[in-house]
């Protein structure tokens, strides 16, 4: 019988990509969300992709007693925890908003594994972790954490730290944290993307909302940072190449004998920069982009991308999709939602 793997989160962008792959490595993902930041919606979407709707329930991931039942009534072997909130700025003017949600979320799964340490966690964390590291443009798991810039920041540092205190004290647990870089595009389908809720903090879908007419313009933020074209770089990772890695994070976890608590960046290991970002948009989709620079968003890190060898080493992972690939199927799924032709 198909493992069942309960997904918080999982009516999310990142959730709903990793149903699909998990659903194709012959799990059977359980989706657990509220909806408070995504739609229902996308399980008729879902449907669509995978042939069925995925079993869902509506919880709030806080409420750890609906969690210790559906554990126990739906027989879960593993559980990915995305369900949290994820805009930096909003973080920075609601902080508790941030802690009670996301930390709380947190501590309300991870009891239910301390009651359950044979069941695999895997974690969303960001590489955000990482801040700007000094001197070093490509940062692998040793790279020195650093102190966060944003409450949001601090959720994902202090959410590792919990699970590693958690594994010190509870050897038997097999926990991951993947490092997520910058995740864009979409399912090829077009039928499930990233749907940001008001204006979005994001670049590309800043760029396709732009495209779509929803955006005046889309600022570049700063143009004079010491890199290859004034612009910041970042490791944008097409999210069904991270969906994928899940699945071999929980293919993984569950093919071992022994507790751990595993950190492990999910990237492609190549930097891209704002300009070159946009550039692919542009020339892959055919369209022009209205955009102008600006000027610098402050606590923006200057250039960072990942060192992925661990992640090869580890779950035998590797990106194989590229910037055009993301581009496209951003774009695809923006004229989806909107009914551009
Ligand atoms: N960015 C930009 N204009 C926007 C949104 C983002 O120039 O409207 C830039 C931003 O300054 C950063 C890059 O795009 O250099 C990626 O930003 P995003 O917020 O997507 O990710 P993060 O900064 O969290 O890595």
């Known amino acids: 019988m198909a493992k069942k793997v309960l997904v918080t989160g999982g009516a999310g962008y990142i959730g709903s990509h990793t149903v699909v792959e998990l659903i194709k490595s012959g799990y059977d993902p359980v989706i657990l969300d509220d909806y408070r930041n995504s739609d229902a919606s996308v399980l008729k979407r879902l449907a669509q992709i995978i042939g069925k709707e995925p079993e869902h329930i509506v919880c709030d991931v806080c409420d750890q007693q609906m969690l210790e039942h559906i554990i126990e009534t739906h027989s879960i072997s593993g559980v990915i925890h995305f369900a949290a909130y994820k805009a930096v700025g909003e973080s920075v003017e609601n902080p508790l908003k941030y802690y009670s949600n996301n930390i709380a979320g947190l501590v309300s799964v991870l009891n239910v594994i301390k009651q359950n340490p044979e069941i695999p966690f895997v974690f969303s964390s960001s590489c955000t972790v990482y801040g700007e590291p000094e001197g070093l443009k490509e940062v692998d798991e040793k790279t020195a954490k650093s102190i966060p810039t944003s409450p949001y920041g601090y959720t994902k540092w202090l959410g590792e730290q919990i699970i590693e205190d958690l594994f010190l004290a509870n ?6 944290s993947l490092r997520y870089f910058n995740p864009i595009g979409a399912h090829e389908s077009g039928l499930i993307g990233e749907l940001p809720v008001g204006k979005p903090n994001n670049l590309l879908p800043f760029i396709t909302q732009t495209a779509a007419g929803i955006q005046d313009k889309l600022f570049i933020f700063g143009q004079d940072y010491p890199t290859s074209d004034g612009t910041c770089v970042r490791d944008y990772i097409h999210v069904v190449d991270l969906a994928e ?41 055919n369209v022009e982009l209205n955009y102008t620079f600006g000027p610098k968003r402050s606590g923006d890190v200057i250039e960072i991308y990942a060192n992925v060898d661990y992640a090869f080493s580890l779950l035998g992972w590797r990106s194989t999709r590229d910037i055009k690939d993301a ?15």
Do not use: Y
């Not at 050897?171 to 991951?176: D, T």
């Not at 507790?259 to 692919?280: D, F, I």
């Open 171 to 176: 050897k038997k647990a097999r926990m991951m």
């Open 245 to 285: 890695a899940h699945v071999k994070a929980m293919d993984h976890l569950l093919s071992l004998q022994k507790g751990c608590h595993e950190t492990v960046n999910v990237g492609t290991g190549k930097g891209t920069s704002v300009l070159e970002l946009v550039r692919a948009f542009e020339k892959e989709n």
């Open 327 to 341: 581009v496209r199927s951003a774009w695809k799924w923006e004229k989806s939602i909107r009914n551009i032709k």
